[in-house]
């Protein structure tokens, strides 16, 4: 016992130790530090590959447009200096000239403003051709967008179509403005500060610097790590990115299941996840900005307003300037310190964009790294991993299952029953009809076609004048071609297709069930799996615990398999964690959890053994459910009486099955 207690500490431990190093991972992947500028180098070898590039044209044009706005800045503060001072001594000749040559410098001034602009554009749309082609071409090669989505392991891409394409674009938008972002306010503080030391002497620039040294200082220590929250905000966007397309490639199972009330519930979940996020992003942002604004603006003014005072109140000279000469410094001044004090203020708040940037880099980086390394991981040999036997008295010696599957029956059908009475409406008499030209769905126990021809959308006459009917306990084998009309029978049960002749008789939707070779696997828990497309608050209404779905798994997983590995409140990725064998075990634990009258099989039984496979048959029959199976598998008549068969060509044959021969044997 103490040895057993000793390895559950060690355990737990290591766990807590595990999840700490994991954390301390997440955090310094979305950090500024010596792995960021790392992946940051590495990833701009791939944009920028040599200086006969055409990105690097466009970064020298860029820095020609950068320096020659900070040149016409100077420019244009000296002009409005002196504009002002011929203002004061009334010049009017010399305004009159000062104003036309302001107007002259101000078209090649909009031309730089455009190109930078333009430029930046360019650049952003240039670094991400060349980075999306490298992806492509590294992803695209070979298998490996196979490797990654199923064999990656710890290298699986995670939601790849967010980070292939939005990731990138804001990553190469991002690095593209924080070139300008640096380049111009670092030429600005170079140029403007000589030009102030000319004009006023280093008084004026090293007060202002040693106020945004102070005010840096302090932002550092209040600064949210935005880079982080970035990382999780695409991370998020990606998440609700995939259950849109999820919900798109499962659109038919989902509507078979009636499954909108739980993918609504799953996206708007997700939603409200990203919107809770971004709210509290921008939240930070605005505190920030605050903080921001208040240094930038008021701050950096009230400086000013002091090393403006300087000249006049401390001069250098002997004093006796003209007021125009004091307007013309005062003026030039105050448009050199505007500049310089936005160019300083410019790097003070770059950390916001260089934070923000780790974030989107370690995106991009991970997916970088992750393709390369799928050659080497996707060809090493799996790893065999010991199962335990499969027993028959496995699940025997647990408990007794002939009494809990009639335990289970008539709990379903008590659960049946409130509902009728819930719903008085919906009684056998209720008709339905889609439209004036079309046939007619009734509500019944029974499942009967009168005269329907199945119809696809694209007006192909796949059955004609269909008519039989099937009652409670009568299994029917459905074969035929592809494409012979098999799904689109099924269609019509499941009220997708509308009825184009004829009367369908039909049970509620919540009575039928449908259970499709590959399951549709919600995203959610374990249980989710099994108790779809009810919630757990659902199941617990209608007094069904952990330990039912449990029975019913270990009906069709003997051996446990799938509880040894996951429990019920794990979440994972559920389409890749299981097997095909698995799935279709979760799948028929969950037809059982539901209990239909009627049930349609679509070769869902095809990855399990016979054995498997012959449990599942006896516990429907035990349980009530009538099947509709879709197969070729001749073994499989012994479980039905009757087989409907369509030829592809609109014509249908209807055969009742004789197992005469099977009670013989």
């Known amino acids: 016992m103490a040895l057993l207690i000793q390895k559950f500490l060690k355990k737990k431990q290591h766990r807590e130790e595990l999840i700490t190093t994991t954390k301390k991972v997440q955090r310094s992947k979305h950090q500024v530090d010596a792995l960021f500028f790392h992946r940051l180098v590495h990833i701009i070898k791939i944009l920028v590959p040599s200086i006969r590039s055409v990105e690097f044209i466009h970064i020298c044009v860029l820095t020609f447009f950068l320096f020659a706005r900070t040149v016409l800045s100077i420019q244009i503060a000296d002009i409005t200096g002196l504009n002002a001072q ?17 107007a002259a ?24 051709k060349r980075l999306s082609e490298h992806v492509n071409k590294e992803y695209l090669r070979g298998v490996n967008f196979y490797k990654a989505a199923y064999l990656g392991g710890d290298n699986k891409i995670d939601n790849a179509d967010q980070r292939v394409t939005a990731d990138i674009e804001k990553f190469c938008d991002g690095l593209s403005n924080l070139y300008t972002t640096i380049f111009k306010p670092t030429l600005d503080v170079i140029l403007f500060t000589r030009k102030l030391n000319q004009v006023m002497g280093f008084r004026g620039p090293l007060l202002l610097y040693a106020y945004y040294v102070f005010s840096g200082i302090l932002k550092r220590y209040i600064m949210p790590a935005f880079g982080r929250l970035t990382a999780r905000e695409s991370e998020l966007e990606g998440d609700y990115r995939m259950a849109h397309q999820r919900l798109i490639t499962n659109a038919e199972e989902i509507a078979f299941f009636d499954g909108s009330k739980k993918g ?5 979940r997700l939603f409200n996840e990203i919107y809770t996020h971004s709210k509290h992003v921008q939240w930070l942002k605005a505190l920030v900005g605050v903080f921001d604004n208040f240094l930038v603006k008021y701050g950096t003014s009230i400086t000013g307003y002091a090393i403006l005072a300087l000249p006049i109140y401390f001069p250098s000279k002997d004093g006796k300037e003209s007021v125009s000469e004091l307007t013309n410094s005062y003026v030039r001044n105050r448009q050199l310190l505007i500049n310089l004090g936005t160019a300083i203020a410019q790097l003070v708040v770059l950390a916001n964009k260089v934070t923000s940037l780790a974030g989107l880099t370690a995106r991009v980086s991970e997916l970088l790294e992750m393709v390369q390394n799928l050659d080497e991981m996707g060809n090493k040999p799996f790893t065999i991993r010991d199962e335990p036997e499969e027993t028959r008295e496995t699940w025997q010696e647990a408990f007794n299952v002939q009494e809990f599957l009639e335990q289970w029956r008539l709990a379903g059908n008590r659960i049946r029953e409130q509902r009728i009475l819930a719903s008085p409406g919906l009684s056998s008499s209720f008709i339905s009809s889609r439209s004036s030209e079309g046939g007619t769905i009734t509500i019944g126990n029974e499942i009967k076609f009168e005269n329907v021809s199945i119809v696809s959308p694209d007006g192909k006459l796949l059955v004609k004048d269909l008519n039989f009917e099937v009652g409670l306990h009568q299994n029917v084998m459905v074969t035929g071609p592809n494409g012979s009309g098999k799904s689109s029978l099924f269609r019509i049960l499941g009220e997708l297709w509308p009825v184009h002749c004829g009367n369908v008789v039909k049970p509620r939707k919540e009575d039928m069930l449908f259970v499709p070779q590959k399951p549709y696997l919600v995203l959610g828990t374990l249980r989710d799996q099994i108790i779809y497309p009810h919630s757990v608050e659902d199941m617990k209404k209608l007094g069904i615990t952990d330990d039912d779905l449990s029975k019913l798994l270990e009906i069709v997983d003997p051996t446990r398999t799938i509880l040894k590995q996951w429990a019920f409140d794990e979440v994972r990725d559920w389409f890749n964690a299981f097997s095909g064998g698995q799935k279709q075990r979760v799948a028929m634990a969950r037809l059982f959890y539901h209990r239909p009258l009627y049930a349609i099989l679509d070769e869902c039984t095809s990855a399990v053994s016979d054995e498997v496979e012959g449990k ?39 055969m009742t099955v004789d197992h005469s021969d099977e009670q013989k044997q």
Do not use: M
Not at 86 to 99: A, E, F, H, N, P
Not at 114 to 128: H, K, M, Q, V
Not at 264 to 268: A, K, P, V
Not at 621 to 642: A, E, M, N, W
């Open 86 to 102: 011929y203002l004061v001594q009334k010049r009017w000749k010399d305004t009159i000239r000062g104003v036309l040559y302001f």
């Open 264 to 268: 609504r519930n799953i996206i708007t």
């Open 616 to 654: 599942i048959y006896e516990t429907c029959k035990q349980l009530g459910i009538t099947l509709f199976t879709v197969s070729h598998r001749p073994q499989l008549k012994r479980y039905h009486d009757f087989i409907l068969r369509f030829d592809g060509r609109s014509k249908w044959s209807w």
């Open 105 to 128: 410098i101000g078209i090649p001034a909009s031309c730089v403003n455009s190109g930078l602009r333009y430029e930046t554009g360019i650049l952003a749309l240039r670094f991400r």
